[in-house]
């Protein structure tokens, strides 16, 4: 079992990776508090893992909610489904949520936790790659509004992440790909042996590998440990971590929360950024075409969608939440392992590359 440390002072907590975490109970349960506890899971996970957790934490009075599953479920609607579920149960500040499930699971379940009677406890067991190498480490939890995504959250940190590697033989290979997106964004803006590694080991990690998985699932939670425990509220240099995201949060909110996956934006959110690089000169193109090599290699699209462009992009890139003062800001990739963050981008070069 590898355990990785997110080190936020009074607020730090283990992050655990193995195979069969799930059952081991043991380990879970010496993270929860007192007796009572709320297991927030989905319509398709709750049917592989949610009575084998339930009849092992035999030490608790345990319910659940299962809510539908989607990214358009990340609703203020299933928000409220949870604190209704929360007071109608008579839940009180003892109470500790369980987030079973992938990161729409583990964003509304901690924005949830953070804010029911002002701050509960809550653990994550994200069940998708993309939620294991991203959304379940460093405390962004939120909700999205039909105008924005994640723009109702908060930062608040679980107790403990458990991320058990064999959920991802249940995970569709689209889901899986998806959530390569975001692995291979950690090569892209700070890590180009991890980058040289993934394109080594890329038949290895489709044919499922397991200690190629967690050697992989590793690297990506230690990287965003390392940043998180600089910049908590993403004052600086977190910020870094949404290389892609203000190209692909916009093609979310244009498209319709779910008809795109999160992962399959940011991945042509990234070679967007990277084509807005090498058109400010700040990127080679030779760089540009082993990431989109990379990416594509993976199934994951790497082209805008058609009907979008420089007008239906930069009406939802004007609500990012990078933005300070009305100046958007762009994460640029300035070469395989280097990023920085932009806010001189000019008109005509958006519109070049839209």
């Given at each position: 079992?590898?355990?990785l440390?997110?080190?936020?002072?009074?607020?730090?907590?283990?992050?655990?990776i193995?195979?069969?975490?799930?059952?081991?109970t043991d380990?879970l349960?010496?993270?929860?508090?007192?007796?009572?506890v709320?297991?927030?899971?989905?319509?398709?996970?709750?049917?592989?893992?949610?009575?084998?957790?339930?009849e092992?934490?035999?030490?608790?009075?345990?319910?659940?909610?299962?809510?539908?599953?989607?990214?358009?479920e990340?609703?203020?609607?299933?928000?409220?489904?949870?604190?209704?579920?929360?007071?109608k149960?008579?839940?009180?500040?003892d109470?500790?949520?369980?987030?079973?499930?992938?990161g729409?699971?583990?964003?509304?379940?901690g924005?949830?936790?953070?804010?029911?009677?002002?701050?509960?406890?809550f653990i994550?067991?994200?069940?998708?790659?993309?939620?294991?190498?991203?959304?379940?480490?460093?405390?962004?939890?939120?909700?999205?509004?039909?105008?924005?995504?994640?723009?109702?959250?908060?930062?608040?940190q679980?107790?403990?992440?458990?991320?058990?590697?064999?959920s991802?033989?249940?995970?569709?290979?689209?889901?899986?790909n998806?959530?390569?997106?975001?692995?291979?964004?950690?090569?892209?803006?700070?890590?180009?042996?991890?980058?040289?590694?993934?394109?080594?080991?890329?038949?290895?990690?489709?044919?499922?590998?397991?200690v190629?998985?967690?050697?992989?699932?590793?690297?990506?939670?230690?990287?965003?440990?390392?940043?998180?425990?600089?910049?908590e509220?993403e004052?600086?240099?977190?910020?870094?971590?949404?290389?892609?995201h203000?190209?692909?949060?916009a093609?979310?909110?244009?498209?319709?929360y779910?008809?795109?996956?999160h992962?399959?934006?940011?991945?042509?959110?990234?070679i967007?950024?990277?084509?807005?690089?090498?058109?400010?000169?700040?990127?080679?193109?030779s760089?540009?075409?082993?990431?989109?090599?990379?990416?594509?290699?993976?199934?994951?699209?790497?082209?805008?969608?058609?009907?979008?462009?420089?007008?239906e992009?930069?009406?939802?890139?004007?609500?990012?939440?990078?933005?300070?003062a009305?100046?958007?800001?762009?994460?640029?990739?300035?070469?395989?392992?280097?990023?920085?963050?932009?806010?001189?981008?000019?008109?005509?070069?958006?519109?070049?590359?839209?």
């Amino acid at each position: 079992m590898a355990i990785l440390n997110l080190n936020l002072g009074t607020r730090s907590y283990p992050i655990y990776i193995d195979s069969g975490l799930i059952h081991k109970t043991d380990l879970l349960s010496s993270h929860i508090r007192a007796k009572r506890v709320c297991i927030v899971t989905n319509n398709i996970v709750a049917p592989l893992y949610l009575h084998s957790l339930k009849e092992k934490l035999t030490d608790f009075d345990v319910d659940e909610i299962v809510l539908p599953d989607g990214e358009a479920e990340k609703s203020i609607a299933n928000f409220e489904v949870i604190m209704s579920h929360l007071l109608k149960n008579e839940h009180g500040r003892d109470t500790t949520l369980i987030a079973l499930g992938g990161g729409v699971i583990g964003d509304i379940t901690g924005f949830a936790a953070a804010c029911y009677q002002r701050g509960i406890d809550f653990i994550q067991i994200p069940t998708t790659l993309l939620s294991q190498v991203d959304s379940s480490v460093g405390g962004k939890t939120a909700v999205n509004h039909p105008l924005g995504k994640n723009m109702v959250g908060a930062f608040y940190q679980p107790k403990a992440v458990f991320i058990d590697i064999d959920s991802l033989i249940t995970l569709p290979t689209r889901e899986f790909n998806a959530g390569m997106a975001e692995v291979i964004k950690y090569g892209i803006l700070g890590d180009k042996l991890f980058f040289v590694w993934l394109e080594d080991n890329m038949s290895a990690i489709k044919a499922g590998d397991k200690v190629v998985l967690a050697q992989m699932i590793e690297r990506c939670c230690q990287c965003k440990a390392n940043i998180v425990a600089s910049d908590e509220t993403e004052a600086g240099v977190r910020a870094l971590l949404n290389l892609g995201h203000t190209f692909g949060h916009a093609i979310e909110a244009e498209q319709g929360y779910g008809k795109w996956l999160h992962g399959e934006a940011v991945a042509t959110g990234m070679i967007l950024a990277a084509k807005l690089a090498v058109a400010m000169n700040l990127l080679e193109v030779s760089e540009l075409r082993r990431m989109e090599k990379l990416i594509a290699a993976f199934d994951l699209p790497i082209t805008a969608p058609q009907d979008m462009g420089f007008d239906e992009f930069i009406r939802h890139m004007r609500r990012d939440k990078k933005n300070i003062a009305g100046k958007l800001r762009f994460i640029i990739p300035t070469a395989i392992g280097q990023s920085e963050i932009r806010d001189d981008v000019t008109q005509d070069t958006l519109q070049e590359i839209l």
